[in-house]
C-alpha cells in the first residue's frame, strides 16, 4: 500500500471523494473517458489487475498508468513516457481573485478551444464536473483558465492551468492558481499539482508562488493488447 494518498492520487479519488464517477472492474477503476483518462492501478498489479485494466479500456485501447513505476506484462507496449514532478502547498499566498469568473458547462466549448491551442493537459467534455474551474475574460473571450482535478482525501490537484499566447506574461496563470487555491483551502483541503519535471520554467514559478516539491513520478500509456494469453478476446 502507498504510504500517502498523494503516492496514487488517482486511486485514492476514486476510492474516496470521486467515487461517484469510478468504473470498476475488480481492483481496477477509471474515470469515465469524457471525464478524465486517469485510471487508479493498484500499486502491486496482478495478472488479474491486468486483465481488468483491458477489458475495462477494451482491445487495442491506450491506458493511461500515472505514476506506475514497474513493468508492463508481455503483449502491452508502452507507448509514451514523461518524468514528472508533484508539488505541494507548503504556504502559498492564495487568495481570490476579482476578475475570476466561475466557469459552467456552457462555457466548455471555449475551455475546450483553450485546451485545444494551450496544451495544458487533458481537458475533456465533462473534465469540469471534477471541480471548480476559474475564467478571466477579455472582450468576452475566455483567454486563461484553471481548475480542480483529482481529489485523494484531504487534497485537491489544480489542473488545467493555461492562457491564450496572445496574453501571457500578464500574470493570469498565476492569479487563477491562487484563486483556485482560495477555493481549495476553503474547503479545509490542500492543494497540489503536477507538471512535467522538464517544464522548468513552470517548476519555478509554482516554487516561488509557495508550492514545493514533494515527489518525482512518470507519466505513461501503454497500449492494450488485443489478445491475452491463449488468444483469448480482451473485452467488457
Request: glycine fraction near 12%; proline fraction near 9%.
Amino acid at each position: 500500500m502507498s504510504d500517502h494518498v498523494l503516492d496514487n492520487p488517482a486511486l485514492a479519488s476514486l476510492t474516496g471523494p470521486h467515487a461517484h464517477f469510478a468504473e470498476r472492474r475488480g481492483r481496477v477503476l477509471r474515470y469515465p473517458v469524457d471525464v478524465s483518462p486517469w485510471v487508479g492501478l493498484p500499486e502491486d498489479p496482478d495478472a488479474d489487475d491486468w486483465a481488468d485494466l483491458a477489458a475495462l479500456a477494451g482491445p487495442g485501447a491506450q491506458a493511461p498508468l500515472p505514476g506506475f513505476r514497474g513493468e508492463v506484462p508481455d503483449g502491452w507496449e508502452i507507448t509514451f513516457t514523461l518524468d514528472g514532478v508533484q508539488l505541494v502547498d507548503d504556504g502559498i499566498a492564495a487568495a481570490p481573485d476579482p476578475e475570476a469568473v466561475r466557469l459552467t458547462a456552457a462555457d466548455v466549448p471555449e475551455m475546450l478551444d483553450l485546451v485545444a491551442r494551450t496544451r495544458p493537459g487533458p481537458f475533456l467534455p465533462r473534465t469540469i464536473e471534477l471541480g471548480t474551474y476559474l475564467g478571466i475574460r477579455r472582450g468576452g473571450a475566455l483567454v486563461a483558465m484553471a481548475g480542480e482535478r483529482l481529489h485523494p482525501p484531504g487534497w485537491t490537484e489544480i489542473s488545467a492551468v493555461c492562457t491564450d499566447p496572445a496574453f501571457r506574461g500578464q500574470g493570469l496563470a498565476t492569479r487563477l492558481v491562487l484563486a483556485v487555491a482560495h477555493v481549495v483551502r476553503e474547503r479545509g483541503e490542500t492543494p497540489f499539482l503536477h507538471t512535467g519535471a522538464g517544464n522548468t520554467g513552470a517548476i519555478r514559478l509554482y516554487e516561488s508562488l509557495g508550492f514545493r516539491l514533494r515527489r518525482t513520478t512518470k507519466f505513461l500509456s501503454a497500449r492494450v493488447p488485443e489478445r491475452l494469453g491463449d488468444e483469448q478476446v480482451v473485452g467488457i
